[in-house]
C-alpha cells in the first residue's frame, strides 16, 4: 500500500504501517489464497479488468394439441406443453470479477383441457382445468468453499466461494443455489355467459390449489463484507482478514400449500345506443399458505407457547392461542366491484370516450410465507457482528464453535441466539388495488387512430418486512453491541422481522398513442409521461425478511419514486410489407416480392438511484444508511460522455453522516441514464408446394450499436466508482433463422 491514497493502520497498535506496507507474515491465510486464486490483476490502463465468457442458453420444446368436435353443441381441446433447458450465467450477477458461474436447470409442462358447450344462440358455458408442473435447480461453480483455502469456516451444503465485498475494490458475488425448486399447479375455471335484450351476462368461479418446493442452500457459503471500518482501507482489512460484517445461513428444504377460490359476476348493459355500461363483481377467498411441517412463527412480545414452551417468550407457533396453521386469520371480506362506461358522442363509431374504476385484491406469494423457514428455530440465518478473522471466524463465539451444521427436530428446537426470526403479523391483510382510467379515442381518416388516457393506481395494504425489535441507539452504541441493545430480550432475540401490510404504492400517468393501418406501411407509436411511489422499495429486489428501510422508527422517510420508474416512455414500431410490384412480371417482382422490414425504436427516461453511505452509520447493524446531502448533484447531462462517464454527478454534494444519525438525503432523488434502442427486423416468406412455406429472418437488436450507459456507483464509500459508470447496456446483436410452416 506504499502507492495508496489511503495509507493502512495496524489495528492492533493504531499507528499506520511502516511505509505503507504490511508484513507479509501478517497475511491472513485464507485470504491470501482468495487473491492469488481468484482475484485477477488489472488488464486495462487504471486498473481495470475486461473479461468476455459465453453465455449459452439451450432449451428444447414440444406441442401437441388436439381438437374434437363433440357435437354441433360442444367442442372439446386438449393441449399439452413441455419445455427443458439449461442456461449458464458467467457473468450476469452484480460482482465486479469473474467469481461464480451459476447453471440453472429446468423442465416446465402444461397440461389444459377446454370444453365450450353452445347452448342456444344467447347462452354458452366455457369449462377451463389446467395443470402445471415446474421445477428448477441452480447449481454454482467452482465447488471450491471457504475451507477448502485455508479457513476453519464449516460450510453445510453443497460448497462453492464465498460472497465476498471488498468496498471499493472488488465484489466477488455468490448467488443463492438450491437442488430443486418449483410447484405444481392445479386450476379450473367455468364461466357462463348468455345475453337478453341489451345485456350480456357472465357468471363464473375459479379455484385453485398450488404446491410449493422450494430447496435453497441459502447462502451457506458465508457473506463477508470489507469496508475499511479495521484499517481506514478495505483492502487492508481483506488482507488481515477482518470482515466488519458476516452472514452464514444453513440449507432449507421448504414446502407450502395455498388455495384460492374466486367467483365473478358481470354485465355490459347497452343503456342507451351509444352508451354500454359495464358493471361487475368480484370475490377474492385466499387462503394463507400451510407448511406440512407447520414452520411458522409469529412474533407477539410477552406471550409464551405452550406448542413449544422451550422456545422464548414472543414466538408463538401454528396451534398457539390465536394462531392457526398459516398464522393469519382467512380474509373473507374481499369484495372488489368494477364499473366502466363506453360513450360514443356522435354515434358514427369514430369516436368513443370511455372511463372505469375497479378494486382488485392482490395475493401473496410463496417467497412471503415460506420465508419463515428460512430462519430459528427451522434454519439458521445467523448473524455475526464480531468476527475474529477470515480464517477462524467462529472464534468469538461461545466455545469457539460455530452453530454449523444445523437440524431442525419439532420435538426440540434448537435456537442459536441471538436468534434471527421472521413471521407475519397476525393482523395482516390482503393487498389491494384502486385502479381508474378515462380514455378519449378518435379514428382520422380511414388508416389512423389516436387516443389520450389518464391512467391512476393506488395500491394499499402492501407488505414488507418491519423489525420490530430493532436496535435502539444510545451512548456506547458500537457496531459489536447491536444485540446488546435491542428493546425486547437483548442477546436472546435478535432481529424480529414482522411481515406487515402496512405500505402503499401510487401511479399517476398519462398516455398517448396513435396507429397507422396500410397494406403496405402499419405502425403504432405510444407515449407515457408518470410519476410512481411507493413507501417501500417493492421493486429493488430483496426478500421479505430483508429490511428495505434506513430507520425502522421512521418508515415515512422512505417514501420515494419507485425503484424501476421511467418518468418518459416513447415506442415506435412499423411494419413495411415490400411488396408493391407484386403484380409484376419482371425480375423485379422476383427480387421484392414477400419481403417484410419491422422496426421498433424505444426512448426512456433513466431510473432514480439512493446514494447509500456505504457503512452502518446509525449503528443498527445493517448497512442500509444512506448518504448525507450536503449541495447540489446536479450536473449537466449536455457534457461529453467521457464526462458522464467519470461523473454522472457531483460526488462533493454527499457526505457521510455521523455515527448514530441517518442520512440526509432522500432515496430515488437523482435519475441515471436514459436508454435508447433500435431492434430491426427483416423477413422474406417463399411459397413452396402447397400450404408449405419457407420463411428466411435476419433480426437485430440495437442494430445502430447506441452506447446505453449503466447506473453510476452509488455508494459514497466505494471512492473508485462513486458517480462513475462502468457498464454499459447489450450491443448489438443479430439472429439468422429460417421457419419451414407445413
Do not use: C
Amino acid at each position: 500500500f506504499s502507492q495508496s491514497a489511503l495509507k493502512p493502520r495496524d489495528p492492533a497498535t493504531g499507528q499506520p504501517f511502516p511505509g505503507g506496507i504490511i508484513p507479509a507474515g501478517r497475511f491472513d491465510v485464507a485470504a491470501k489464497n482468495i487473491q492469488d486464486k481468484f482475484v485477477p490483476t488489472a488488464n486495462l490502463p487504471n486498473s481495470f479488468f475486461e473479461v468476455r465468457r459465453p453465455d449459452p442458453l439451450n432449451t428444447d420444446e414440444a406441442t401437441l394439441k388436439v381438437d374434437h368436435k363433440v357435437s354441433d353443441t360442444q367442442s372439446l381441446a386438449l393441449s399439452y406443453f413441455y419445455q427443458t433447458g439449461t442456461d449458464t450465467q458467467p457473468l450476469s450477477l452484480s460482482g465486479n470479477i469473474p467469481w461464480v458461474d451459476r447453471d440453472f436447470k429446468w423442465n416446465q409442462h402444461n397440461v389444459n383441457l377446454a370444453h365450450t358447450w353452445t347452448l342456444s344462440a344467447t347462452k354458452i358455458n366455457q369449462f377451463r382445468a389446467t395443470y402445471m408442473r415446474q421445477f428448477g435447480g441452480r447449481v454454482n461453480n467452482p465447488t471450491t468453499s471457504l475451507a477448502d483455502l485455508g479457513s476453519k469456516f464449516v460450510p453445510q451444503g453443497d460448497p462453492t466461494l464465498p460472497r465476498l465485498t471488498v468496498t471499493g475494490y472488488f465484489t466477488g458475488q455468490t448467488s443463492i443455489a438450491g437442488p430443486d425448486a418449483g410447484s405444481e399447479y392445479f386450476g379450473v375455471k367455468d364461466a357462463f355467459s348468455m345475453t337478453s335484450g341489451n345485456h350480456s351476462f357472465k357468471f363464473g368461479a375459479e379455484l385453485s390449489y398450488e404446491k410449493i418446493v422450494h430447496d435453497t442452500l441459502l447462502d451457506n457459503y458465508g457473506v463477508f463484507a470489507f469496508n475499511g471500518s479495521k484499517t481506514g482501507n478495505a483492502y487492508a482489512d481483506f488482507l488481515l482478514g477482518l470482515p466488519s460484517t458476516m452472514t452464514q445461513d444453513a440449507p432449507v428444504r421448504k414446502t407450502d400449500n395455498g388455495a384460492y377460490i374466486s367467483l365473478f359476476a358481470q354485465d355490459d348493459f347497452r343503456i342507451h345506443p351509444r352508451v354500454t355500461l359495464n358493471l361487475g363483481l368480484r370475490y377474492d377467498l385466499q387462503f394463507p399458505f400451510t407448511d406440512p411441517e407447520d414452520r411458522k412463527l409469529a412474533f407477539v412480545p410477552g406471550q409464551k407457547s405452550t406448542i413449544s414452551p422451550t422456545a422464548p417468550t414472543g414466538l408463538l407457533f401454528p396451534g398457539d392461542t390465536g394462531v392457526s396453521r398459516g398464522i393469519v386469520k382467512t380474509d373473507i371480506n374481499n369484495i372488489a366491484p368494477r364499473i366502466g362506461i363506453a360513450w360514443d358522442p356522435k354515434g358514427d363509431g369514430r369516436m368513443a370516450v370511455r372511463a372505469g374504476f375497479g378494486i382488485f385484491y392482490g395475493s401473496i406469494t410463496g417467497n412471503e410465507w415460506n420465508t419463515t423457514a428460512d430462519n430459528q428455530p427451522f434454519t439458521v440465518r445467523q448473524s455475526f457482528p464480531t468476527v475474529f478473522t477470515l480464517s477462524d471466524p467462529y472464534r468469538n463465539l461461545p466455545g469457539g464453535v460455530g452453530p454449523f451444521p444445523f437440524n431442525y427436530s419439532p420435538a426440540s428446537p434448537r435456537f442459536t441466539f441471538p436468534a434471527r426470526v421472521f413471521g407475519p403479523s397476525l393482523d395482516f391483510v390482503w393487498p389491494l388495488t384502486y385502479q381508474v382510467n378515462f380514455t378519449v379515442a378518435k379514428e382520422i381518416g380511414r388508416s389512423v387512430s389516436v387516443s389520450a388516457s389518464y391512467v391512476g393506481a393506488f395500491a394499499r395494504n402492501l407488505a414488507g418486512g418491519v423489525d420490530q425489535n430493532a436496535a435502539v441507539f444510545g451512548p456506547g452504541a458500537t457496531a459489536a453491541n447491536v444485540n446488546s441493545r435491542r428493546p425486547y430480550l437483548p442477546g436472546t432475540i435478535g432481529e424480529a422481522i414482522v411481515l406487515s401490510s402496512i405500505f402503499g404504492s401510487d401511479y399517476n400517468g398519462i398516455q398517448l398513442s396513435a396507429e397507422r393501418r396500410g397494406a403496405h406501411l402499419s405502425g403504432k407509436a405510444y407515449y407515457s409521461f408518470g410519476r410512481s411511489y411507493e413507501d417501500l422499495d417493492f421493486q429493488g429486489g430483496g426478500l421479505p425478511d430483508q429490511r428495505q428501510y434506513q430507520d425502522v422508527r421512521n418508515l415515512g422517510a422512505e417514501r420515494a419514486p419507485a425503484s424501476g420508474h421511467r418518468r418518459h416512455s416513447f415506442v415506435l414500431s412499423a411494419i413495411w410489407k415490400v411488396d408493391y410490384f407484386k403484380e409484376s412480371a419482371s425480375a423485379l417482382r422476383f427480387l421484392t416480392r414477400d419481403w417484410t422490414l419491422s422496426a421498433i425504436l424505444t426512448v426512456q427516461s433513466g431510473t432514480p438511484l439512493t446514494i447509500t453511505a456505504g457503512q452502518d452509520r446509525n449503528l443498527d447493524g445493517v448497512n442500509n444508511d444512506r448518504a448525507n446531502l450536503v449541495g447540489d448533484p446536479a450536473l449537466s447531462s449536455s457534457r461529453p460522455r467521457e464526462e458522464l462517464i467519470e461523473g454522472w454527478f457531483n460526488v462533493a454534494a454527499f457526505a457521510s453522516p455521523a455515527l448514530g444519525t441517518n442520512g440526509t438525503s432522500s432515496r430515488n432523488f437523482i435519475d441515471g441514464p436514459g436508454y435508447r434502442n433500435v431492434d430491426l427486423g427483416l423477413f422474406r416468406d417463399i411459397p413452396l408446394r402447397g400450404r408449405t412455406q419457407l420463411q428466411f429472418r435476419a433480426e437485430a437488436t440495437n442494430v445502430f450499436n447506441i452506447v446505453n450507459l449503466s447506473n453510476p456507483g452509488t455508494n459514497l464509500g466505494a471512492a473508485a466508482t462513486f458517480g462513475k459508470i462502468r457498464t454499459a447496456g447489450n450491443m448489438r446483436r443479430i439472429q439468422l433463422g429460417a421457419r419451414l410452416s407445413f
